[in-house]
């Protein structure tokens, strides 16, 4: 259970940090695509000022995307759908085109090695951020579940029998809220005549779907 909650923290911890970074880069990046669309156009004319909207528009687009992601792998569930792979690139292959040409081509024509460098690293480094961040969701819930699991039970205990109205209790030792919203969802199970299955234990708990099942398995032997 301790191993389990650390697990949690510390995803939750390395979600904040990345979440931090990525904004700090598409608060960058931001100034680039502004060049790009303003040109040569003065805070006197509304499309410098609206050149300024476009970025966080895209930016706030993958933020949602991403919140999105993750929590469908807090549920155990890949997005792995080639749309969603495609519009995340094509938000950041516009930030990374529009930095990049606004930086070569500099309103007073003078080139600046230095930001042509940042204006090309900082987008690529913002996408690998967007691809890496659903990884990090999917290993950090992984390690949670394995961390939640214990050694089962000895075998020469005889197994008690369970009523349909008795609390259902497993060799995975779960905390107390979890164990009560299992029993609570098992005595709903069984006034419904059915046996409790995977997804009623996802339902109930919200465990990734590998760790629901192994814990269905178990129930059922």
């Known amino acids: 259970m301790l191993a389990a909650v650390q697990a949690d923290r510390f995803r939750v911890s390395v979600t904040r940090s990345m979440w931090c970074f990525l904004t700090c880069g598409l608060g960058f990046t931001a100034t680039g695509v502004q060049a790009f669309l303003a040109g040569h156009l003065g805070p006197s004319d509304p499309m410098w000022w609206g050149a300024w909207l476009v970025e966080p528009a895209f930016a706030g687009i993958l933020i949602t995307l991403l919140r999105w992601e993750a929590q469908m792998l807090a549920h155990?569930?890949?997005?792995?759908?080639?749309?969603?792979?495609?519009?995340?690139?094509?938000?950041?292959?516009?930030?990374?085109?529009?930095?990049?040409?606004?930086?070569?081509?500099?309103?007073?024509?003078?080139?600046?090695?230095?930001?042509?460098?940042?204006?090309?690293?900082?987008?690529?480094?913002?996408?690998?951020?967007?691809?890496?961040?659903?990884?990090?969701?999917?290993?950090c819930n992984a390690a949670r579940a394995k961390a939640a699991e214990v050694v089962p039970a000895p075998t020469s205990t005889p197994p008690s029998a369970v009523t349909p109205a008795a609390p259902t209790r497993t060799a995975l030792r779960l905390p107390g809220h979890l164990q009560g919203a299992l029993d609570a969802k098992a005595n709903e199970v069984h006034a419904e005549g059915r046996s409790l299955t995977a997804q009623d234990i996802q339902d109930a708990l919200n465990v990734p779907e590998e760790y629901a099942a192994r814990l269905a398995a178990q129930l059922a032997a």
């Open 76 to 139: 155990g569930l890949a997005v792995d759908d080639r749309p969603v792979k495609w519009l995340k690139r094509v938000l950041l292959g516009a930030t990374l085109i529009t930095n990049v040409w606004s930086s070569l081509r500099p309103p007073d024509g003078q080139i600046n090695a230095g930001m042509v460098f940042l204006h090309l690293v900082i987008p690529l480094v913002v996408f690998l951020l967007a691809e890496v961040m659903p990884v990090i969701q999917a290993r």
